[in-house]
């Protein structure tokens, strides 16, 4: 025969005036759940539901609280006037804690214009060429005007005395073989490259024009590119760029040495987008 046993439980009103007021200002916490705990415990009687929600509110406004317990019968709610509301804890105290999120918000606005303030004065001492990698970092507009980029970028590649591992021109092989190629002959250096390596393909009247790839390069150079190679070169001489056939992707070491390139030269934003081609 089974033994009967019996549970009770017991809710104290103290208890419960208190995780509400912890769940609404210390835990931040859903409104509607804090108010679904305080109106579970307020049941069982006459009131609206309109009321009974006032009520809650009150006990967060410490205008109201329940006290007692359900094993004694003496859970209730008691609320208060003016003159005999009790002080509610400061962490509680939901006029205090608004006035203080205004106070707060205050003075960051005035931090901001603060440093607004040196940011513009600073940007009046930076060289032109540098201006916008500093907006850059710092989540600032990047102001384009006509001939600016292409000057900031030869500035800041002609300024650069760090010593690094490759010139800064010339063709990327799949296998990650670099060829360091002077600026502006890219080219007349595929030509060659194919007149050696391809003499067949190099004397097929075709590849004199623009092949599939369509990548801007004409001859010996799109041919490349269409089979894999990546040109890196620029224009306007600033920090060169990969030219690359759009339809394949970087092999592994390909990416290995586009990235070691950029972070070389400072560039970790180009750094990384070579591996977002993955993505």
């Known amino acids: 025969m089974l033994e009967?046993?019996?549970?009770?439980?017991?809710?104290?009103?103290?208890?419960?005036?208190?995780?509400?007021?912890?769940?609404?200002?210390?835990?931040?916490r859903e409104f509607?759940?804090?108010?679904?705990?305080l109106l579970s415990c307020m049941g069982g009687?006459?009131?609206?539901?309109?009321?009974?929600r006032r009520l809650a509110e009150d006990v967060l406004l410490g205008r109201a609280e329940l006290s007692g317990n359900t094993a004694e019968g003496t859970f209730c709610l008691t609320t208060y006037n003016a003159d005999e509301q009790t002080d509610v804890p400061e962490?509680?105290?939901i006029f205090s804690r608004y006035v203080e999120a205004i106070r707060k918000k205050e003075k960051a606005e005035k931090e901001k214009e603060m440093y607004m303030e040196w940011y513009a004065v600073a940007m009046e001492y930076v060289p032109e060429y540098l201006k916008n990698e500093v907006r850059h970092r710092t989540d600032q507009p990047i102001e384009s005007r006509y001939?600016?980029?292409?000057l900031a970028g030869f500035m800041e590649r002609t300024m650069d005395e760090k010593e690094h591992s490759t010139e800064d021109y010339g063709w990327l092989e799949p296998d990650g073989t670099f060829h360091?190629?002077?600026?502006?002959?890219?080219?007349?250096?595929?030509?060659?490259?194919?007149?050696e390596k391809f003499p067949e393909e190099a004397m097929n009247g075709d590849i004199n024009l623009?092949?599939?790839?369509?990548?801007?390069?004409?001859?010996?150079?799109?041919?490349?590119?269409?089979?894999?190679?990546?040109?890196?070169?620029?224009?306007?001489?600033g920090i060169a760029f990969p030219t690359k056939n759009p339809m394949k992707r970087y092999t592994k070491a390909q990416k290995e040495f586009?990235?070691?390139?950029?972070?070389?030269?400072?560039?970790?934003?180009?750094?990384?987008?070579i591996y977002g081609d993955d993505l």
């Not at 009687?45 to 009974?52: D, P, R, V």
């Not at 360091?180 to 007149?195: F, I, K, L, R, S």
């Not at 623009?210 to 004409?218: D, R, S």
Request: proline fraction near 1%; hydrophobic fraction near 35%; include cysteine.
């Open 45 to 52: 009687t006459n009131q609206s539901e309109k009321t009974l």
């Open 210 to 237: 623009q092949t599939k790839c369509n990548v801007g390069l004409i001859g010996a150079g799109d041919w490349l590119v269409e089979r894999g190679w990546v040109l890196l070169h620029n224009p306007s001489q």
């Open 32 to 37: 509607e759940k804090v108010m679904d705990l």
């Open 91 to 93: 962490q509680f105290n």
């Open 4 to 28: 009967k046993k019996e549970v009770t439980f017991n809710i104290e009103g103290k208890f419960i005036t208190q995780l509400a007021r912890e769940w609404m200002f210390c835990e931040g």
């Open 147 to 150: 001939g600016s980029d292409m």
């Open 180 to 195: 360091e190629v002077e600026w502006g002959v890219h080219q007349e250096w595929a030509q060659n490259y194919m007149d």
């Open 258 to 273: 586009l990235y070691d390139y950029y972070m070389e030269r400072g560039k970790e934003k180009e750094a990384n987008a």
